[in-house]
């Protein structure tokens, strides 16, 4: 099993910044992605972006790039998700997943989940 913790939510302007965290504890995942979801209220959870553990591939989601930007600690088995250039529309629930060997934007692809952090950025 592996479990994510995330953290680093919060209430913010638009155009403000958050950086969120992924702690990872639990079985070894050195082979797989890690990928950042969202989800606002009464929309289906979307993909935000993707990192792989090893080779610092990274993918995001055309609403996203430019502002915000996936890395990675190993040695701390953390994985972050600095937000710059919020806007309202940036309001969500985010959560990180892993599980998946190959770089998905399918939450289908993901076999573990966090529980989520809040993202509320105001007008």
């Known amino acids: 099993q592996v479990q994510l913790v995330e953290s680093g939510g919060g209430l913010v302007q638009a155009g403000g910044s958050l950086r969120l965290s992924c702690a990872a504890s639990g079985r070894t995942f050195s082979s797989y992605y890690l990928g950042w979801f969202r989800q606002a209220p009464g929309k289906e959870r979307a993909f935000v972006a993707a990192?792989?553990?090893?080779?610092?591939?990274?993918y995001y989601t055309a609403s996203v790039k430019g502002r915000f930007t996936i890395s990675r600690d190993n040695a701390k088995n953390t994985v972050y998700l600095q937000m710059n250039s919020l806007k309202p529309e940036d309001t969500a629930l985010y959560y990180c997943?892993?599980?998946?060997?190959?770089?998905?934007?399918?939450?289908?692809?993901?076999?573990?989940w966090g529980q989520g952090t809040q993202v509320t950025v105001s007008s």
């Open positions: 990192i792989s553990w090893s080779s610092d591939t990274t």
């Open positions: 997943a892993t599980g998946s060997r190959v770089l998905a934007t399918a939450r289908s692809a993901y076999n573990y």
